[in-house]
């Protein structure tokens, strides 16, 4: 329903039918610039002088470009050739570092009271798990001040929506993204008693966020054993707003198109948009299921978090949390064992439908290792999985399924081998961690030699940027630039060994 009054209405809410016009219409090659856009009055206004006026799509583009401001991606200056990899990536911050606003009205725009940093391109706004990774770089080159302005962000975001969104836009409300906070609060810790009690609440607050059941399914399932795990989801079943004319299409087969469209979104909340992961065999997009698999990434985050808000709770003397999340998390962990590990020596995704593991490893395998949840037996195993079949050329491989979509063979991503990296490291299959670190940064130094430029995602078979997706390989880019910066430090010995910034 069009409510156009509400701060926090997505753009398809706030403009009703001049969205749906715009985006079905295919308007701007990018699904993502409208919905990012400024109107120029309030959107009241904007929508009594489009009101029940029939146009064709040069004079809807013209009322638009009337009546908006339109947006223009975070360019990065093109590097100096004699500069080196690590030089240009601690050039490149100021670049994407961004004071503090506040909200526009009749924009997607949320406020951020702090100082953050943006992944670059068509990403103009502060984001979740990318943040993370971008925080390793900004540690490392003078902007902590940043990084811990943006888990104050964070923090503020959960305290006034119950949850991280996504991104920074009312258009990302309805999910979160891979739940890193906990990994940004070990990060970048603070002694302050109070800081840490309202910490300890945050954590609490996105727990419950995830744990939280309805009616409609929600982010919790029920295993057989009456386990409970948790899966990717979406508070809402319609089109996304950055990609609505692309989700109508995708829907517009014989499938329930309400039970795509949750797909899709619940594909957006895992970070992994899209992948063969959540698509059956065949890799078609319109087969996208994301809410019936069980992902062996997203459990092993819930368990670091619940450890994490143990060790919290201890601290500040709550002994009752305490005892009741290092329960939670012993019960996550069992219940993975059981039912995410493969005998074939993998952590893997548990399909709804089908009632087994996925046949096939991802760099997914390697979270459980990240958090801690993999015994030394299952890491063994899985650290020869990723010698014998994820190690690629240039870095880890994401999957061993090529489909197009870009979180598929061939393409490798910073935060994939951020998380190999830190689990093979902590039980102790550190040379393999290191091949992993090595390669990617000969795969982006490579790349940066050809075009001055740091990308989103790389083919780490054949060397050069990725490819695939629903939007061009963008440039920038946040979370390349804070794990590449800390791989080169960290294997050349600067800063320790990590621990503390890992």
């Not at 390793?136 to 902590?144: A, F, K, N, Q, S």
């Not at 037996?377 to 994401?398: H, K, S, W």
Request: charged letters at 25%.
């Amino acid at each position: 329903m069009w409510m156009p009054d509400d701060p926090v209405l997505s753009p398809a809410d706030r403009y009703g039918p001049l969205f749906e016009a715009v985006q079905l219409r295919r308007l701007f090659a990018d699904g993502k610039t409208f919905v990012d856009a400024v109107p120029a009055m309030p959107a009241a206004e904007v929508m009594a002088r489009f009101a029940g006026t029939p146009r064709d799509d040069a004079d809807l583009r013209a009322f638009v470009e009337a009546h908006f401001a339109l947006p223009a991606s975070v360019a990065v200056h093109e590097a100096v050739r004699e500069e080196d990899l690590r030089g240009y990536i601690r050039s490149l911050w100021p670049e994407l570092i961004r004071p503090p606003h506040d909200a526009v009205p009749g924009t997607s725009l949320l406020p951020i009271d702090q100082p953050h940093a943006v992944p670059g391109g068509r990403f103009a706004e502060l984001y979740y798990w990318d943040s993370y990774f971008t925080m390793l770089g900004l540690v490392r080159d003078g902007h902590e001040s940043v990084a811990r302005g943006m888990v104050e962000a964070f923090t503020g975001l959960i305290e006034r929506f119950g949850h991280i969104p996504n991104g920074t836009r009312s258009y990302y409300l309805s999910r979160s993204q891979p739940p890193l906070y906990f990994a940004m609060l070990r990060l970048l810790p603070d002694a302050d008693p109070a800081v840490q009690a309202r910490r300890l609440a945050a954590m609490l607050a996105e727990h419950a966020y995830w744990m939280r059941e309805d009616a409609r399914g929600g982010r919790v399932f029920a295993m057989p054993d009456g386990a409970r795990l948790n899966r990717y989801w979406d508070d809402r079943d319609t089109p996304r707003d950055e990609s609505f004319a692309e989700d109508v299409a995708t829907a517009s087969g014989q499938r329930d198109p309400a039970d795509v469209f949750r797909a899709l979104r619940a594909g957006a909340e895992s970070g992994w948009d899209f992948s063969s992961r959540w698509l059956a065999e065949g890799g078609d997009l319109a087969t996208i299921r994301t809410h019936r698999i069980v992902p062996v990434d997203l459990n092993a985050f819930l368990y670091g978090l619940e450890v994490t808000i143990a060790e919290f709770a201890d601290a500040l003397c709550r002994d009752r949390v305490a005892a009741q999340f290092r329960k939670h998390a012993r019960r996550r962990r069992t219940a993975m064992h059981r039912w995410l590990w493969s005998p074939a020596g993998w952590y893997g995704d548990f399909d709804l439908e089908q009632g087994r593991l996925a046949d096939r490893p991802t760099a997914a395998t390697l979270a459980p290792l990240f958090t801690g949840v993999a015994t030394a037996g299952q890491a063994e195993a899985a650290a020869r999985i990723v010698a014998d079949r994820l190690l690629g050329p240039g870095g880890l491989r994401t999957t061993l399924v090529e489909t197009g979509e870009q979180w598929d063979w061939p393409n490798g991503w910073a935060p994939l081998q951020w998380i190999a990296f830190r689990g093979l490291r902590r039980y102790g299959h550190a040379a393999l961690a290191d091949t992993i670190a090595t390669r990617w940064i000969a795969t982006v130094d490579a790349e940066f030699r050809r075009s001055g430029a740091i990308h989103e995602k790389y083919d780490v078979e054949l060397g050069g940027r990725g490819a695939g997706g629903e939007y061009v390989p963008q440039v920038g880019f946040g979370w390349t630039n804070g794990v590449t910066a800390a791989f080169v430090d960290l294997l050349d010995g600067r800063n320790g060994d990590g621990e503390r910034r890992c």
